[in-house]
């Protein structure tokens, strides 16, 4: 299914294939974030792959990034963060979404067309 027709960043997801989503005509299976600036697939060497496993140290390490919201991708399902996560993001006066992923994917790109400062989050 392709999302959008117009895409002004690289890194904007083009389509979701099997429930993967293309990003630079690749399909990427979860765990990952991408932004405006790039791709990180290595989240699961750091220690995570589904909500359960996110720290606040992790939330840190998103948090290097600068982005005004984090939109978090968990799959058919959605699945909430611990309050102690959620508060770590309130904390850093960022705005948190957790979202199916098909609609994250489609927020995602919306945000990064308004030229926001957007991070997602891929779990699912």
């Excluded at 978090?72 to 904390?91: C, D, K, V």
Aim: overall charge negative; some cysteine; proline content about 2%.
């Amino acid at each position: 299914m392709q999302l959008t027709q117009h895409l002004d960043n690289e890194f904007a997801v083009s389509g979701i294939e099997n429930g993967a989503l293309l990003i630079l005509a690749q399909a990427r299976h979860a765990p990952y974030w991408v932004s405006a600036d790039g791709i990180d697939a290595g989240i699961a060497a750091a220690g995570f792959s589904t909500i359960a496993d996110l720290t606040v140290a992790q939330v840190g390490r998103l948090l290097t990034c600068k982005p005004e919201v984090v939109l978090i991708a968990t799959g058919a399902r959605l699945i909430f963060p611990s309050s102690e996560i959620r508060a770590a993001f309130l904390r850093a006066g960022v705005g948190l979404e957790v979202m199916d992923t098909r609609a994250a994917a489609y927020t995602y790109n919306v945000l990064l067309q308004e030229q926001r400062k957007v991070l997602l989050l891929v779990l699912g």
